[in-house]
């Protein structure tokens, strides 16, 4: 039996490793020159550096099931976000008091206490051994749901809306609460974490254990069937099983789906320096995103977490924004952002470099509703990845997992 992956992303590599051991011929095709997908770290300059922001969940089940937790080397970030208000250098404390009792009086001053009670409440209806609960019915677009809440509307502008315009890289929050409840529920029950050694190698762990599926990297797919994959100088590779594991704006464009999805897109911006202008692993939010052309959504130094210097300053940015990336004079229109941060010491820092993601998470728009998206068939082709179920890692492994029950086929060993 012979199945052809198309996409060597995380649902592409964990498709391929399932579908090898119960005794597939597998062949994987990636349009790029690695793997990875969205899931990829990169050089900029002397450095490895995440491509986006990424944090890996603990709580999300399915990592169990499939990753060795410990080989990736994972260091927790704080169970607490620091808010910057750049016009005035204020600095504030959130935090999640039931994991972190120490941020328990700055989150009340920050939030206030109706505020903090409302978050309380938030958190107590999540369920760790159901993070998806909430998907299971209709619910309100991002916005709308936090005004039901009653968050006051200056709590809402200066934490919820940043935090969840990073979450889902938009930054007009067109997504369903359902999705906000689901991460959450994955933020309070477990750590937010990053690898030793990047993102990539989250995917690159399950690749890794791959013994005989061929790759073929630099390799774009025209069109595909139910048994037949047609790549674009018209080479046509038969097989059993075709797997599509490409983003949404790929996986519609080869099945011909005419509904454009809306672009998400992010930037960061890498600066070099000797001492960290944060302490702590926490992500710094700026309470005044868009505000005056402030761009920058929040700030992360992730060599605090694994004790590297000169330390890493990473500025994330979204939206149209980030297409001006790779311009000197947006450059530095970020660093004076920065400097009405952390100071006058921001302009001794040097500037490694960017990054830069296209349609760098799903959109589902706001009337979805259950744990599924996507049909797991679509004219006897098979679509996996976080598109077809919610944006996220565990959304990607729920994906593959739906295929393997469909096929009857075990999750593989990870011994």
Known sequence: MKAIIVGAGLAGCAAALALEQYGYECTLIEASEKIGGRMRSTTVGTRNVDVGFHVLH??????????????????????????????????????????????????LRTAGIWNALRMLRWRLKTR??????????????????????????????????????????????????AFASFTFSAMSHGNMTMPEEGIEAVPRQLFSRLETTKIHYNTVVKSVTSNAVVLENKTKLQADLVVLATPQHITQRILGIQDKPRRKETATYVFECEEAPIQRPRLLLNTEHGKDQRKILHVHVPTLLHKETPHLVVATVVGKDSRNHNKEQEHESIRSELTEWFGSEVQNWTFVGTTYVDFALPYGGTTAAGRERLG????????????????????????????????????????
Not at 149 to 165: A, D, E, G, I, Y
Not at 389 to 415: A, D, N
């Open 128 to 177: 760790k051994r159901d993070l998806e609960r909430a998907m299971d019915a209709p619910s309100l677009p991002l916005d709308t749901y936090f005004d039901s809440m009653r968050f006051s509307n200056r709590f809402q502008s200066t934490f919820l809306q940043p935090l969840f315009s990073g979450i889902t890289l938009d930054d007009e929050r067109l997504e369903r609460s």
């Open 376 to 415: 797991l068939i679509q004219d006897g082709i098979y679509c996996i990845g976080d598109h077809t179920m919610h944006p996220s890692v565990h959304g990607t492994l729920r994906s593959v997992e739906r295929l393997l029950e469909h096929l009857k086929i075990p999750i593989p060993m990870k011994g």
């Open 58 to 107: 603990t709580a999300y089940p399915s990592l169990s099931r499939w990753l060795d937790l410990e080989e990736l080397k994972l260091k927790s970030m704080d169970a607490a976000s620091d808010l910057i208000t750049p016009s005035t250098g204020n600095i504030r404390t959130i935090g999640d008091p039931l994991r972190a009792p120490s941020t328990l009086f700055s989150t």
